[in-house]
């Protein structure tokens, strides 16, 4: 069974500090991996999207890395800010007719002032 | 330019009770999708559309009917509402499916949240 498992399920860092969020996955055939930004009340956003042969990717402050050969991605955030707070989902998707996505449970993530 | 809008954004129904999710969007999207988002779980898709007229069983479909009679609507509807029912629903768009990365990429909507008491 296709699965997404994220860790930490929640953290709390302190403004201006650094913090890695994981996501393991057991799907399979890979196709490619998001990574989502969810405000409390509002819809995710897409950070990044990264194929098999990508290991990093950035979006500002953002930086997601991949390694497909232990099905393992990480998400850093850099000197975070107030409005990093909220709930980030990674999501892969496989080889396969149709929307074949899988989601992880997100990690909500609260950065205090 | 509004992207994926749902209506209505809140909803408190009654066991038994019909009611329908309009979602809509302006970007031309061929996929439309539904999820629903409950606490410690990820989204699930309950239907998805590859494109007018066309509609698709997801995860968890079971006591949802949906509808694409536009490209730009997607109807959720559920006929008689139970409490097991109370959740975020989302619906999102795509210009296709989750395949392709450049053209997979979901944009969600703000969401609709549902209680069945």
């Known amino acids: 069974k296709n699965q997404v498992e994220q860790s930490p399920q929640s953290l709390i860092i302190l403004e201006g500090k650094n913090c890695t969020l994981q996501?393991?996955?057991?799907?399979?055939?890979?196709?490619?991996l998001r990574w989502y930004k969810q405000d409390t009340g509002r819809g995710p956003v897409s950070l990044t999207i990264?194929?098999?042969?990508?290991n990093t990717k950035s979006n500002g402050r953002y930086t997601a890395t991949l390694d497909a050969d232990t099905k393992q991605s990480s998400l850093h955030i850099t000197a975070s800010q107030l409005s990093d707070s909220a709930s980030y989902i990674c999501?892969?998707?496989?080889?396969?007719?149709?929307?074949?996505?899988?989601f992880g449970g997100g990690t909500r993530v609260l950065v205090k002032p | 330019n509004a992207g994926v809008t749902q209506t209505p954004k809140f909803r408190v129904l009654k066991t038994g009770q019909s009611m329908t999710l309009l979602c809509a969007q302006d970007?031309?999207?061929?996929?439309m999708y539904w999820y629903r988002q409950d606490p410690g779980m990820g989204l699930r898709l309950i239907h998805y559309?590859?494109?007018?007229?066309?509609?698709a069983k997801g995860e968890v479909p079971d006591g949802y009917n949906v509808s694409r009679l536009k490209k730009q609507n997607f109807l959720l509807g559920l006929e008689s509402a139970a409490p097991s029912q109370t959740s975020v629903y989302f619906c999102?768009?795509?210009?296709?499916?989750?395949?392709?990365?450049?053209?997979?990429?979901?944009?969600f909507g703000e969401g609709s949240r549902l209680t069945v008491l």
């Open positions: 999102a768009s795509s210009i296709a499916g989750g395949l392709n990365p450049n053209t997979g990429e979901l944009f």
């Open positions: 996501c393991n996955y057991t799907v399979s055939p890979f196709s490619n």
């Open positions: 990264m194929t098999f042969s990508e």
């Open positions: 999501v892969v998707s496989a080889k396969a007719a149709g929307n074949k996505l899988t």
């Open positions: 970007m031309n999207h061929e996929y």
């Open positions: 559309s590859v494109g007018e007229g066309t509609t």
